[in-house]
């Protein structure tokens, strides 16, 4: 009788160690599964994200067109008893200024880069030397 619970136990304990092994193996399988889909989550929501930039970079654009064309509208929509713009300025003016306004915004738009760099320049102090010491070690 004993003989027959150490066998009946030695197989179950076979059958548990091997369902055990399966067990391990579904979830490693699960963890890959689980990073895989992670890392398809992540490259789709980077599409979305560089989808998203391009319309903003449009919009952007756009908007700085009509910034001019806005401003010089408000400018010349001034009733002239303000005594804003030269009386004889007109249609031709108005021309005029809309191109010099467009000019300008976009020479500052594109150079733009250049102009923060060279203010972050001036701004940003350099770090002292502290040869070889830990800043915070004593004297």
Known sequence: MCQDSLGDFARNLGQLVALNARFNQIVDLNSRYKD???TIWSLQDSRNSIY?????????????GYLPLGLIT???AIPPDQNVLILQMGLLGFVVAIIVSFI?????????????GGIGKLTTAPSP???GKHPLALP
């Open 74 to 76: 408000a400018i010349f």
């Open 104 to 116: 300008v915004t976009f020479t500052i738009v594109f150079s733009l880069e250049r102009i923060l």
């Open 52 to 64: 998203q930039n391009t319309t903003i970079q449009k919009l952007t654009y756009l908007t700085i």
């Open 129 to 131: 030397t502290h040869e």
């Open 36 to 38: 895989y889909l992670s």
